[in-house]
């Protein structure tokens, strides 16, 4: 977070040390004796979902909010956020957001729009696209009066897209959201990060997530069934990659996840927003088991070789 965070609102400040061994403790512990807006959990380590549920336990205020420890925020964020709430009468308010390196390299700012005040089904709709403020929990501002209707615990079982299912869970509870572009929140891409491309079995859970999406938006918004259906073939191709990548013996799992894959081939195959690469993906992982990544990357390799040629050839 920002060290000169805007606050002319009443705010308190749960910071959770969930097993640091370095100094953290201690520099939390020392910044709450000079404030006591700020209270310090501390823990041991048991993932991002039990460390928010701890937070979530002690919260009073009328909005929540969540910054993850290696991220910041720009210094009006949190105050922009609240009065966007209270201008539009929204549930949910959401900013943009900047993906860095951690040395301050921008990888990805969110595009430029005008504020939009959306139905819970669009905001949801939005939040599974790529080119837009995406599922994350942070770069959003719940009224707590949702966390009652839309159930206020992480699965801690969950340990990869927990944060989209518990964005969209609260968001179906919503009458009404708003999303203002402006970047507040800086996103930073850290080596250890669940979302690196090393194979773990842990990461299974994401289909576990994708799964309860899929349950969640049947129920309420049959309109974005194909939505999340192809994204959950998505994560089934992602999974699959790894785990051939993975110097492990991974026949067991890449056979659970051909499985995955057979669940909605049809609608993912029919859908024109879905790229041929994946398609190929697809097809191959399923005609030509463990073996059609191979293949697919020998393809790809080919395809860049030839490309390659033409361009050199026409220059």
């Known amino acids: 977070m920002s060290g000169h965070q805007v606050f002319d609102i009443q705010v308190e400040i749960i910071i959770i040390n ?5 100094n953290s403790g201690k520099i ?4 709450a004796k000079l404030d006591d807006r700020i209270h310090v959990i501390h823990k041991k380590n048991e993932g991002v979902s039990a460390a928010r549920n701890e937070g979530l336990k002690i919260v009073k205020g009328q909005y929540i909010g969540f910054v993850d420890s290696d991220d910041w925020v720009e210094p009006t964020m949190f105050e922009s956020l609240k009065n966007w709430s209270v201008q539009y009468e929204a549930d949910v308010a959401i900013c943009g ?6 040395n301050g390299d921008i990888i990805y700012c969110s595009k430029k729009t005008d504020a939009l005040v959306l139905t819970a089904e669009t905001a949801i709709s939005l939040a599974l696209q790529e080119d837009s403020y995406q599922g994350y929990l942070v770069n959003k501002l719940f009224r707590s009066s949702l966390f009652i209707n839309g159930g206020s615990q992480f699965d801690t079982n969950v340990h990869v897209c927990e944060d989209l299912y518990f964005v969209c869970q609260h968001i179906a509870v919503s009458h009404k959201i708003v999303y203002n572009s402006e970047p507040f929140y800086h996103y930073c891409m850290r080596e250890n990060s669940a979302c690196k491309n090393d194979w773990d079995e842990k990461k299974l859970s994401l289909i576990t997530a994708r799964e309860r999406i899929i349950r969640l938006v049947t ?9 999340v259906k192809c994204l959950y073939i998505c994560s089934a191709l992602y999974l699959i990659r790894l785990v051939v990548r993975s110097d492990k013996k991974g026949k ?12 909605y081939k049809k609608e993912f195959l029919a859908c024109s927003e879905m790229s041929i690469r994946n398609k190929t993906k697809l097809v191959l992982y399923l005609t ?6 191979i293949m697919y990357e020998k393809l790809v390799f080919y ?13």
Do not use: M
Request: glycine fraction near 6%.
């Open 18 to 22: 969930d097993g640091s061994t370095d």
């Open 28 to 31: 939390c512990d020392d910044y």
């Open 97 to 102: 957001f900047c993906r860095e390196e951690t």
């Open 219 to 227: 129920d309420l918004y049959p309109n974005l069934q194909n939505q």
């Open 252 to 263: 067991a799992t890449f056979k659970k996840l051909q499985g995955n894959l057979r669940k």
């Open 288 to 293: 030509i088991p463990f073996i059609g990544h």
């Open 303 to 315: 395809f860049k070789f030839f490309k390659r040629e033409v361009r050199n050839a026409t220059n």
